[in-house]
């Protein structure tokens, strides 16, 4: 976050001095290969590049995900609903606009990134809410499928939080066996293994799980 300090994160997203046309052109490679980050971000600026582009809703704070840094940001609830404040504008914003062809993606997006939030913040009922609304619209999701198996995983780890490991695994084994070739997929598996381990560990010694959300 040093890199993107909190009053320029408050400003509008679309008047940050970013050429999304440009992104493409960016990619670096590292003994013959490109970042897993480089092709999402890559995949995420096609919009720009169609003779009707449309901009990305809050870009920075996906990005933010994609690198777990609401992990972080989430132990200061200041600067955590200051956050939630930016997505609850950008999911007015939604619906109030004109639909498109990535206003499904769009909208579960922001379910899944103020769930994170809501969930920081100790609403638990409502980050659930928000995280299940995203599985209920899966057929409904154009491009960003990666967003189901994540909103899965988060779920699942919400569920470690309050004990319900069970329930955690069963979610965490759907997301891990159902859903593949979606945009960072190494990241999620890696963290829903971990997330499965220590579900699992908690039940065998009877005792609620204590998740660690940044090593998660």
């Not at 990619?27 to 169609?50: D, H, V, W």
């Not at 609830?77 to 990535?102: H, S, V």
């Not at 920081?120 to 198996?149: C, M, T, W």
Request: aromatic residues 8%; contains cysteine; hydrophobic residues 40%.
């Amino acid at each position: 976050m040093s890199l993107c300090p909190w009053k320029q994160l408050r400003r509008p997203q679309r008047a940050w001095p970013v050429n999304e046309r440009a992104v493409p052109g960016l990619k670096l490679k590292i003994a013959g290969k490109s970042l897993p980050t480089e092709k999402f971000a890559i995949r995420k600026s096609r919009r720009y590049l169609s003779p009707k582009p449309i901009s990305l809703p809050i870009p920075a704070l996906e990005m933010m995900y994609i690198w777990n840094g609401y992990a972080v940001i989430g132990k200061q609830p200041e600067l955590t609903d200051g956050i939630l404040g930016i997505i609850t504008k950008a999911e007015e914003m939604l619906e109030k606009g004109p639909e498109n062809e990535y206003s499904v993606d769009d909208e579960c997006l922001v379910k899944l990134l103020k769930g994170l939030c809501l969930k920081y913040l100790g609403r638990v009922q409502e980050a659930e809410e928000n995280f299940r609304s995203i599985s209920f619209n899966e057929k409904k999701i154009k491009y960003d499928h990666y967003l189901i198996p994540n909103a899965l995983l988060e779920l699942a780890l919400l569920f470690m939080e309050q004990g319900r490991n069970e329930e955690a695994v069963k979610l965490l084994e759907t997301a891990k066996q159902n859903y593949k070739n979606y945009s960072m997929e190494s990241r999620t598996h890696f963290r829903i293994q971990a997330a499965i381990l220590q579900a699992r560990s908690s039940l065998e010694n009877g005792n609620r799980s204590m998740v660690s959300s940044v090593s998660l």
